[in-house]
């Protein structure tokens, strides 16, 4: 029977795939040639001069989370710098504000509701980290007293009325004022700040990586994404570039189809480039090395972080513009390099079919 090194089922008999990947590695200070056809030399002598990386006067950004680390400070404190008081005030505000809308369209709903205060936001909250952790089947059976699936905790904290009171009401912007330019409007100020906290909070070191990920989520939602490869499959996309050393996001763009906000027309790098661009255009300059894959890379896109002092280590498909013409089939640990002067790329085989 067949056995595989590492088993994939569009790679046989060392046969390379239309989607094969390839290694890619840049080096800063190349010229503007993401426009233009690139030059590329077979198997000859690549030697880059890579630049040191310039560091940041400091690891953590933002001198009020410098006194709070040194501290020694619990989870509820390190959360509450990122979620601080005024983004709790401003959901508690806008709560009450759509629970009177709510009130005067079904009057029958929210009976006897009293807006929350912080301390009970904080519960609420805190509940629903939990139920994160302690997975039960609905809703109602988190308040259960049955004593085979009890967890006294919620009652314990609040009523399970007044968490569906909380959750009905829970609210971050003002309907009367929506964005036609902006799908995430109805987050109102709290997305924009909590992405702020998340840049003002850490200095990236040497290695960045960006990638795509999903937030889970089967209600309506105009740009809900269908990934079938991701364990949620369903929800809202977002771009994520993460310090390698910490694995702290550093940086998040929301995918919103037409709407997305990309620093760079993806007509020029592709949508998974511009995403990549705007992502780590405030931090060129520094010689950081951003680790990507085929859903990122081009020779456009390393053309362009080249120009910004930017390095680029990633995988790539055979298909994408620029790329050098590669034919025929490799044998099993035989490797092809194309380069430009300041561009190398590799082929080999990556997944080999054995027959035993």
Request: hydrophobic share 35%; charged share 25%.
């Amino acid at each position: 029977m067949p056995e595989t090194d590492q088993e994939d089922s569009q790679w046989l008999n060392g046969a390379e795939t239309e989607d094969d990947e390839t290694n890619v590695e840049t080096q800063p200070n190349e010229p503007d040639i993401a426009n233009h056809p690139m030059i590329w030399r077979k198997n000859t002598n690549f030697a880059p001069n890579v630049q040191e990386f310039v560091s940041y006067p400091s690891k953590v950004k933002d001198d009020q989370l410098q006194v709070l680390l040194n501290a020694n400070p619990s989870p509820l404190k390190l959360l509450q710098y990122f979620l601080d008081e005024t983004m709790v005030e401003e959901i508690i505000y806008e709560s009450a504000r759509y629970s009177k809308t709510i009130k005067t369209s079904y009057p029958n709903s929210l009976k006897n509701f009293k807006p929350f205060e912080k301390e009970e936001f904080w519960a609420f909250l805190g509940l629903n980290l939990l139920m994160g952790v302690v997975k039960k089947p609905t809703l109602k059976s988190y308040w259960s007293t049955n004593s085979i699936l009890t967890t006294r905790v919620f009652n314990e904290t609040m009523s399970r009325h007044r968490f569906e009171q909380i959750l009905r009401s829970l609210h971050m912007a003002d309907n009367r004022f929506p964005s036609k330019d902006d799908r995430f409007w109805k987050f109102g100020s709290f997305y924009p700040k909590i992405i702020e906290k998340f840049q003002n909070a850490l200095n990236p070191g040497k290695f960045l990586s960006v990638d795509e990920t999903l937030v889970g989520f089967k209600g309506r939602l105009s740009f809900k994404q269908y990934i079938p490869s991701k364990r949620s499959r369903f929800g809202a996309k977002f771009f994520v570039l993460v310090d390698h050393d910490t694995k702290f996001v550093v940086k998040l763009l929301a995918y919103q189809g037409k709407n997305t906000k990309y620093a760079i027309q993806p007509a020029e790098l592709g949508s998974g480039g511009a995403a990549a661009f705007s992502l780590i255009n405030e931090f060129f300059g520094r010689n950081h090395i951003l680790v990507t894959d085929s859903r990122f890379s081009s020779p456009n896109f390393a053309a362009k972080l080249l120009e910004n002092n930017t390095y680029l280590l990633g995988t790539v498909t055979k298909r994408r513009k620029n790329m050098p013409k590669m034919y025929g089939k490799l044998k099993k640990r035989e490797v092809e390099t194309f380069c430009t002067d300041k561009i190398l790329v590799e082929r080999y085989i990556q997944f080999i079919r054995t027959q035993v």
